[in-house]
């Protein structure tokens, strides 16, 4: 999978999922963003975010869902962590992370240690650090401790999380959080320049 972590956040990126279920699954990105009341480079990182995770596919301006997609904004809350949690463990900096914290005493890795190891493949800038630790913490691969700043490996039940077309059964689909009115620069609030937080003032992790 390609290494692309655009700043955007989980809420975002749920909210264009939604969005894009409510438009049956396929829809132009410039419709999607007219809808949104934004440009339409607002939601690219959100699209960005979610074709990396391969939820979705983007041909010509046009974004559709993949069987992941449909079986992530259909889930509950639970199960759609799960899923998540496995398309990050495959690309390249989070199958790396999760890696190092395997072999790190007691599975637990300091800040530092991270940074330097976004620096080999994606931009290691506290922005993106903050973006990367926050996903890793919804998806519950780790959790981090902001006042010591450190990282520590989640273990989690030996199974698949439910496969595409299965997660969700019962559950109500589009149960995803709205789209966020952040100003970061992603979906429902992209593109308004913000100045970055520190990578040790970790946003707590939506559900």
Not at 20 to 40: K, P, V
Not at 51 to 66: I, K, M, N, P, Y
Not at 170 to 196: D, E, F, K
Request: glycine fraction near 8%; hydrophobic fraction near 40%.
């Amino acid at each position: 999978m390609p290494t692309t972590y655009p700043k955007c956040a989980p809420t975002e990126m749920m909210g264009l999922l939604v969005l894009l279920q409510d438009h049956h699954g396929e829809q132009d990105l410039a419709r999607l963003a007219d809808d949104l009341d934004l440009e339409i480079d607002e939601i690219l990182p959100s699209s960005d975010f979610a074709e990396a995770l391969r939820l979705v596919t983007v041909r010509d301006g046009r974004v559709s869902f993949t069987d992941t997609g449909r079986a992530v904004v259909g889930a509950t809350i639970r199960e759609r962590k799960a899923l998540l949690r496995e398309q990050l463990r495959g690309t390249t900096l989070y199958a790396t992370l999760l890696r190092a914290l395997e072999g790190a005493p007691g599975n637990r890795m300091p800040e530092e240690e991270v940074t330097r190891l976004i620096a080999f493949t994606a931009a290691p800038s506290d922005d993106a650090v903050l973006n990367i630790i926050n996903w890793g913490r919804y998806t519950e691969l780790f959790r981090y401790d902001p006042e010591q700043r450190v990282l520590t490996l989640m273990r989690h039940r030996s199974g698949r999380p439910p496969a595409a077309g299965q997660a969700g059964r019962g559950a109500t689909p589009g149960a995803a959080v709205p789209v966020a009115r952040s100003p970061a620069p992603t979906a429902g609030g992209a593109g308004r320049a913000t100045t970055p937080e520190p990578a040790s003032r970790i946003v707590p992790a939506s559900v």
